[in-house]
């Protein structure tokens, strides 16, 4: 028999009737009457528990030498052993004591991160929701005497039409345009030749564009001065490329579902204003800020459904949004606020995109019942509708010369209309399955890049091929002509944009 405790056969053996160890009586008593407890099951424990067991053959423990003597030093000793002994034992159950508090410890943080993920989730989800809630209060009650947000713009709407002065400042661009267009009928020696256009090949690229995460560049658009890159993407943010620099000096945040157009105003500056807009049914303006490069000017709930179609108008002074709500606004750039609003009178159906003719006259806007609509922007009235096409429109473009509209849809035909006769004049059928996302004319008219499947040019004469491009890995989201049609940019869903021009 050994001691629980020292390990050394006891001298008293003494059992416990808590746990049926056997101790030394000495080192027992002395820590039962410290702790109060077994020292192996940590009950509570007195002497009266303890049974004394006869063990053979006795030993009778000599009378306590003096400390002078050889045994009186070997007596001290053991005693010193036992009190280490005892020690040793408390400190490896304070050992196993504090394993297990850490343990514990561990494993409520775990939880407790856990935990905070989740609430990150749902206060997310939640500010989502509140986003379209506000969005939709700022839509539906225009004249609260609160606004929904701080950084949210309530709508002022005139009911009465156009004012005066918007309509007299149109009227004035259009004329202007209009003789324009009448000295530039045929285009200059520069402009680029069919066998020109053939030759194209890409010859530089923007890669890996917007996040990774959700990715692809939804919309595009192209500075006047051809220097800045203007981009949305599904991770819901806006991006700025600036050639010169080959780097992205904007990358702004705030949508809260992807973007789905994008427009600079068109001025003459080396920092223009931008557009944005989403799948949250807002409008966002975003202007120039010496410490960021661009910051939020404005933030426009005017749709109750997915914001679709941004145009700029040739005056730079207003812009258009189209909503998947069967409406359309016509702002104010200072203001940023609404100065009418149009709804669809002629069906159920919202707006997929939108584009202001050359002149800025009339408004196209397609529809998702496979329609186009012809809109007198003074009047606010349907002036025609195209509708030949079968699903719903993608995208729509107005040549430079005013007369030809050409439209794509879900299917795989491309329709040229004659705004003077009011009638499809030319149909050009693509490859079957081949997918329509962006249409764009070149500054004279006389070619037609089609962005979808891949990117191709047509003669907008007659619909022949003149070149084709399939480097994308992804859908074809935007197209740009240079001026003078000396090269042709093109964005797609594999985050990437592209430069087609002569190799030289």
């Known amino acids: 028999m050994f001691c629980a405790i020292s390990g050394e056969a006891p001298e008293q053996p003494v059992v416990s009737l808590k746990s049926g160890h056997v101790f030394e009586k000495r080192l027992i008593e002395k820590y039962i009457t410290e702790n109060g407890k077994d020292p192996i099951n940590n009950e509570e424990i007195t002497v009266d528990d303890l049974l004394e067991i006869k063990s053979t053959p006795e030993s009778v423990k000599p009378r306590p030498p003096k400390l002078s003597s050889v045994p009186s030093i070997l007596s001290a000793l053991q005693d010193e052993w036992d009190s280490v002994m005892l020690e040793s034992f408390t400190l490896k159950q304070q050992y196993q004591q504090v394993r297990q508090e850490l343990s514990h410890a561990l494993y409520q943080n775990d939880a407790a991160t856990r935990v905070i993920a989740r609430l990150k989730k749902e206060r997310d989800a939640a500010r989502e929701a509140l986003a379209n809630v506000q969005a939709h209060l700022g839509t539906a009650a225009p004249a609260a005497s609160a606004p929904a947000a701080a950084t949210e713009e309530s709508m002022d709407v005139d009911l009465n039409g156009l004012p005066e002065e918007v309509i007299e400042k149109m009227t004035k661009k259009s004329e202007e345009l209009s003789q324009t267009r009448r000295s530039k009928k045929k285009p200059p020696v520069e402009f680029a030749s ?32 051809g220097n800045f890159i203007l981009t949305g993407g599904n991770d819901k943010h806006v991006q700025v490329y600036y050639k010169a620099e080959d780097k992205v000096v904007a990358n702004l945040a705030g949508h809260t579902k992807k973007v789905t157009a994008v427009r600079f105003r068109g001025q003459q500056e080396e920092n223009d204003v931008f557009l944005s807009a989403s799948a949250d049914k807002h409008v966002r303006l975003w202007v120039p800020d010496e410490k960021k490069g661009y910051k939020l000017g404005h933030n426009i709930a005017a749709h109750k459904g997915d914001v679709t179609g941004l145009d700029v108008h040739p005056t730079r002074d207003y812009f258009v949004s189209s909503g998947l709500d069967k409406k359309w606004n016509f702002y104010d750039f200072e203001t940023a606020k609404p100065i009418v609003e149009v709804y669809n009178a ?29 809109w007198d922007v003074k009047s606010q009235k349907v002036a025609a509708t195209f509708g030949e096409h079968t699903g719903k429109m993608n995208a729509i473009a107005f040549s430079e010369n005013g007369y030809i509209l050409a439209t ?34 070149d500054d004279y008219g006389q070619y037609l890049a089609i962005g979808g499947t891949d990117t191709r040019v047509l003669r907008a004469k007659d619909g022949s091929d003149i070149v084709t491009f399939n480097e994308n890995t992804s859908e074809i989201t935007g197209l740009h002509w240079s001026p003078l049609a ?17 190799a030289n």
Not at 195 to 204: C, E, G, R
Not at 418 to 431: E, S
């Open 408 to 441: 794509a849809s879900e299917d795989n035909l491309i329709k040229l209309w004659d705004l003077r006769k009011l009638a499809n004049t030319k149909t050009f059928t693509l490859d079957e399955g081949y997918k329509v996302n962006s249409l764009a004319f």
């Open 346 to 374: 002629e069906g159920e159906t919202g707006y997929t995109t939108a584009s202001f003719h050359p002149d800025g006259m009339i408004l196209g806007l397609g529809t998702t019942d496979s329609a186009v609509q012809i």
């Open 194 to 225: 069919i066998d020109s256009v053939k030759s194209y090949t890409q010859t530089s690229t923007i890669p890996s564009l917007h996040s990774a995460r959700s990715p692809g560049i939804t919309a595009m658009d192209v500075s006047q001065d």
């Open 486 to 502: 000396q090269g042709l940019i093109s964005c797609s869903l594999d985050r990437t944009a592209r430069f087609y021009s002569a």
